[in-house]
């Protein structure tokens, strides 16, 4: 297990009654990783925090420094970020989502993308077409006994041309008044 899938998963099972409510995105503030860290360990205790990152008291200190300090190390959460960030930039996206969507399972969450629909046919009527190849494959995943990541993946690929189909409904219904 990874050590920031091990953080993540002692934040849960700790807090896991203090996260019933859900929280918008946007009321989440943005912090440095070395901060965050920090609020990390002292949530957990260091005890923990060591032994899921399977570090010393030296290297749990570095973790969360100030970049700026002479002593600072990358710590796992800024290298998983890179790791990321690396995989987006080589063209293998659908592996840093992979990645993504495996810290957020002691979440019972997912990503999901936060851009808009954009319609990839030209008529409604192409678009519901893609919405039903899209459901019928999911239909073939889950009669197959498909791993649940395969059948997650393409329920997302679902979802998404059904949001195209509705994007273009709602354009057509816009700029015409009726379909």
Not at 61 to 90: E, F, M, S, T, W
Not at 122 to 131: G, M, Q, S, V
Not at 148 to 161: G, P, T
Request: proline share 4%; charged share 30%; net charge positive.
């Amino acid at each position: 297990m990874s050590p920031l899938l091990a953080i993540v998963r002692s934040l849960v099972l700790r807090g896991r009654e203090k996260m019933k409510q859900d929280i918008p995105s946007q009321d989440i503030p943005y912090r440095e990783t070395w901060i965050l860290l920090r609020e990390i360990k002292a949530a957990i205790s260091r005890q923990v925090f060591r032994d899921c990152l399977v570090v010393g008291a030296s290297q749990e200190n570095r973790y969360c420094l100030n970049p700026g300090h002479n002593d600072y190390r990358r710590n796992p959460v800024d290298r998983i970020r890179n790791l990321v960030d690396a995989l987006v930039q080589k063209g293998a996206a659908h592996l840093a989502i992979e990645v993504v969507n495996l810290i957020a399972a002691p979440l019972d969450s997912r990503l999901v993308r936060n851009n808009k629909a954009i319609p990839d046919k030209k008529t409604i009527f192409e678009e519901c077409i893609d919405d039903y190849c899209a459901k019928t494959a999911l239909d073939d995943l889950i009669r197959s006994n498909a791993s649940l990541e395969a059948v997650l993946q393409q329920a997302e690929k679902c979802k998404q041309e059904i949001e195209e189909t509705v994007a273009i409904y709602r354009n057509t219904k816009a700029n015409i008044g009726q379909w």
